[in-house]
């Protein structure tokens, strides 16, 4: 039996996080003997969107895919760059015609390795197309092709929604990794049929943060109602995700583990 080890990280905050995490891509590479790395990017530049600049950083340091959510448009000059580039992906569940891909399916030394990226629908904007329609159709697509080892980031607000899709998954793909709430969950299973779930992967952001952003801003809102700016917060990066080691052959998930490691090196780093 041949397994696929795959690194899946949650979203990346500001320029703290993303120096966090080309540092310590290949460092993890090594160490952690990884096959395969997935990032969530959608929040690298500045906390809002990602660039092509940032993405290019990110699969030179070793992202073999780069996954968003719902602010994949939030930086004006990525719409031109995702049509020049498969592996950065934006949700499935756009309408037709969006630019970019919702999937990609790459071959590496191990077999070919899909990765779906969805988007949810509850308190999250902008409202897209049914996730679980989409997705349950993309995967049945993959593996009718003969593509075993299938990687889903949902990104999504409400853990139902983000259980609900694990469980609609559950044998059809290798793993349903959840984003979007930069809170790590403690949940990681494997489901009956073979599908490692985790509703939460967490963020690679400031640790003296609120998800990433300067503390006393966000308190401030809170306090007052008031509109303000949100910086990202500075200081020492906590990297979070998860490994998962994966039947080449059947695509089912043998182990997962969460990954979460403070970073201090990354403390001068601004946002």
Known sequence: MSVIRILFLGDIVGEPG???????????????????????????????????KIAIDLLRAGAAVITTGDHVWD??????????EPRLLRPLNYPAGTPGHGSV???TPKGRIAVI???????????????????????????????AVIVVDMHAETTSEK?????????????????????????????PGGTGYLTDA????????????????VVWRFKTSMPTRFPIAKGAVRICGAIIDVDSNSGACLAIKRLSELHPAAAEAEA
């Open 18 to 52: 993303r120096k966090a995490v080309i540092e310590q891509l290949p460092i993890l590479k090594q160490r952690e003997a990884l096959d395969f790395i997935i990032v969530n990017g959608e929040n690298a530049a500045g906390g809002k969107g990602i660039t092509p």
């Open 75 to 84: 930086q004006q000059d990525i719409v031109a760059y995702f049509p020049t």
């Open 105 to 107: 399916v790459l071959e």
């Open 117 to 147: 990226q969805v988007q949810g629908r509850s308190f999250i904007q902008p409202p897209l197309e049914n996730p679980f329609l989409a997705a349950e159709q993309e995967a049945v697509r993959l593996r009718s092709a003969g593509v």
């Open 163 to 191: 259980i609900a899709m694990g469980r609609l998954l559950d044998g059809t793909v290798s793993a349903v990794l959840g984003t979007h709430t930069h809170v790590q969950t403690a949940d990681e299973t494997i489901f």
């Open 202 to 217: 967490g963020m690679c952001g400031p640790e003296e943060s609120v998800l990433g952003r300067n503390i006393d801003s």
